[in-house]
């Protein structure tokens, strides 16, 4: 095993003792609530605060400057429940919300932010020194990483750029307070959170996320799609566990306590949030409604579907429009997906309808749902059939199709876990190899590219590329899985170990609303994924306008958060 410490051994020791005094408390004192005792459906689903990204003078549209914070407050997630300690997003600690203000950009117009970290000295939940971690002498680590931005990277939130209160204290690779935006790739749905190292997952289940749309008016309004309006929502969708005096609950104690005294492989909870209230309410009118669905989650998979068979039509996947509309009766969505629906309470029979899920957890092989976890959210059907002047057109976006004349490269992506003495994971790597060590994947500004994402593991891992954009080609299990597993372990050379001799096995088909370009896609395990990547827009041929070759790079990582925090995350760095 390669040596993952970023730390020296005293100084683990001494941060492993005060956070295991910290969190050695009893089930007792946890008093770990049990979510049947919140009542679904109470709340009604709120539109969290929008902030424009831009300016209008004199009717043109101009760049702008935001300063937003990241607060300590407290927080209603369901009307009986007390109040929960989170940390907040906001232009100020009393507009804050969980999830953080939705910023609306427009496209080839720049926004500006100011992160600032206002946030105290201690966690309001555990975390583990014992994984690859930031650890300032004082303060909580964050870094804002815009998810599915074509950005610098400078401003692209490396785990390493991390910075604390009145940025006191800043990791290795901090480079400035003011972070970039240039929004000119095409229009869609993005979303922003944090991504310091070691603690992506803790700073998140805390509550700092927020959604980010870049528009388009006069390329998106002739679509004639719900645009901007009371009938145009974003939905983040997360899960969480409570105790019984509203703290957010997270177990203290590792799966493996004599490695990592907290780590544990993935975080569940049975109280399902949306747009930060726990299965909310929604009054509709009977008329078409488009919802970008983001799942914020940690670890949990969602299949969405309706209980009274109501459909969904696709209208784009992650950050980028489908080249035609995709009807399904559910939706599969991997931590930090997005689904960018259409639905039609027209065709509704019911007056009320439940937002329902049934994925496994951990996906695909874990535990059915229950209950409480198995209910998203309520929908009441108000009136009667209406005139409706959206539309779904029969197309959408024309974007290029899979090119692969122009491939200049072809890599090989392997996915592991480790285990201890107990069969307990330890850790997990892509291509064998932790964080810290030297690059080994760099392209080419400009370069569309080949990657083939082998899971050697029983999990399904949502990848993501950070500064590139996707289509997957096709998924094909593996054959002779155990002896093809072995060499790789043996020796991590998907050639030499022959993997065209393996990749016989059953070819699995790319649902329709995942074929357009994406920038997560789901890893099936024991199987290879074939993805062509592209490193440039999709939109036009400009080059970028910034230099994609400059410090700190880029990264591509598990976006299971737990995973990625320990430490399925790899650096990426380009050459012009």
């Given at each position: 095993m390669?040596?993952?410490?970023m ?6 020791l001494?941060?492993?003792l ?22 679904m ?15 209008m003078v004199?009717?043109?549209p101009k760049?702008?400057?935001l ?10 997630f369901h009307?009986?429940l007390?109040?929960?300690?989170v940390?907040a997003?906001?232009?100020t600690?009393h507009?804050a919300t969980?999830?953080g ?13 100011t ?9 309001i ?10 650890m ?22 490396n ?9 006191k ?8 307070k003011k ?5 000119n790739?095409?229009p869609?749905?993005?979303w922003?959170h ?12 805390a509550?700092?996320i927020g ?13 004639g799609?719900p645009?901007?309006s009371?009938?145009d929502?974003?939905l ?16 203290s104690?590792g799966?493996n306590p004599?490695i990592h005294?907290?780590?544990q492989?993935e975080?569940?909870g049975d109280?399902i949030?949306v ?6 309410r929604?009054?509709v009118?009977?008329?078409k ?6 799942n914020?989650s940690n ?13 969904f039509?696709?209208?784009g996947?992650?950050s ?15 931590p930090?997906e997005i689904?960018?629906?259409?639905v ?14 049934d994925a496994?957890?951990p996906?695909p092989?874990?535990?059915p749902?229950?209950e ?7 929908f009441?059907i108000n009136?009667?059939?209406e005139l409706?002047?959206w539309?779904?057109?029969k ?6 199709s899979?090119d692969?004349s122009s491939v200049?490269?072809?890599r ?5 876990e ?9 850790h ?12 080994s ?11 083939n ?15 590139g ?9 593996l054959?002779?899985l ?12 998907a050639?030499?170990?022959?993997i065209s ?5 059953k070819?699995?088909?790319v649902p329709a609303?995942e ?8 890893m099936?395990?024991?199987a290879v994924?074939?993805?062509l990547?592209?490193?440039s ?5 400009e080059s970028?306008?910034f ?10 990582h ?5 995973h ?13």
């Amino acid at each position: 095993m390669q040596n993952r410490e970023m730390v020296t051994k005293e100084k683990i020791l001494l941060f492993s003792l005060a956070v295991l005094g910290q969190l050695t408390v009893s089930f007792a004192e946890d008093r770990l609530l049990n979510p049947a005792k919140l009542k679904m459906f109470v709340d009604e689903l709120p539109d969290m605060p929008k902030i424009q990204g831009y300016d209008m003078v004199s009717g043109v549209p101009k760049s702008k400057s935001l300063k937003i914070g990241m607060f300590k407050k407290k927080w209603k997630f369901h009307k009986d429940l007390p109040p929960t300690p989170v940390f907040a997003y906001g232009t100020t600690k009393h507009t804050a919300t969980v999830p953080g203000p939705t910023i609306e950009a427009l496209h080839g117009v720049e926004t500006y932010v100011t992160w600032r970290n206002h946030l105290p000295k201690k966690h309001i939940l555990p975390w583990d020194p014992t994984i690859p971690t930031a650890m300032p002498e004082k303060g909580i680590p964050t870094v804002v990483h815009l998810h599915g931005g074509i950005d610098e990277p400078e401003s692209d939130g490396n785990s390493n750029a991390w910075f604390t209160a009145k940025f006191k204290s800043k990791g290795p690779t901090w480079t400035k307070k003011k972070y970039h935006y240039h929004n000119n790739q095409h229009p869609g749905n993005l979303w922003y959170h944090d991504h310091a190292m070691g603690l992506t997952r803790v700073n998140l289940l805390a509550g700092l996320i927020g959604a980010y749309i870049i528009r388009q008016p006069n390329v998106e309004a002739p679509l004639g799609l719900p645009y901007g309006s009371e009938f145009d929502r974003p939905l983040l969708v997360f899960d969480r566990a409570f105790r019984t005096d509203g703290s957010i609950y997270m177990d203290s104690k590792g799966n493996n306590p004599s490695i990592h005294p907290q780590w544990q492989p993935e975080y569940f909870g049975d109280a399902i949030i949306v747009n930060g209230k726990a299965w909310p309410r929604m009054t509709v009118r009977r008329r078409k409604y488009r919802f970008r669905i983001i799942n914020a989650s940690n670890a949990r998979f969602f299949r969405f579907f309706f209980t009274n068979g109501l459909r969904f039509i696709h209208v784009g996947s992650d950050s980028a429009y489908l080249n035609k509309p995709v009807m399904t009766n559910d939706i599969l969505l991997a931590p930090s997906e997005i689904a960018d629906v259409v639905v039609d309470f027209s065709r509704s029979k019911n007056e009320t309808i439940i937002l329902a899920n049934d994925a496994p957890y951990p996906y695909p092989s874990g535990d059915p749902v229950n209950e409480a976890n198995s209910k998203v959210m309520k929908f009441i059907i108000n009136g009667h059939h209406e005139l409706d002047t959206w539309r779904v057109p029969k197309r959408l976006m024309k974007y290029p199709s899979p090119d692969l004349s122009s491939v200049s490269h072809t890599r090989y992506i392997a996915m592991y876990e480790y285990t201890s003495a107990i069969d307990e994971p330890t850790h997990l790597y892509l291509n064998g190899k932790p964080y810290e060590a030297p690059v080994s994947e760099t392209p080419k500004v400009g370069a569309t590219e080949i990657w083939n994402i082998i899971n050697l593991t029983e999990d399904n891992h949502p990848l993501h590329i950070h500064l590139g954009l996707f289509k997957t080609l096709d998924q094909t299990e593996l054959v002779k899985l155990d002896e093809f597993k072995d060499c790789m372990t043996k020796i991590n050379d998907a050639i030499k170990c022959q993997i065209s001799k393996h990749a016989r096995g059953k070819k699995l088909e790319v649902p329709a609303y995942e074929k357009g370009w994406k920038n997560v896609y789901k890893m099936k395990p024991g199987a290879v994924t074939k993805i062509l990547v592209r490193f440039s827009y999709i939109h036009s041929n400009e080059s970028y306008a910034f230099d994609a070759t400059s410090e700190p790079g880029y990264v591509y990582h598990c976006h299971i958060l737990d995973h990625e925090d320990n430490a399925m995350m790899r650096p990426l760095k380009f050459y012009k």
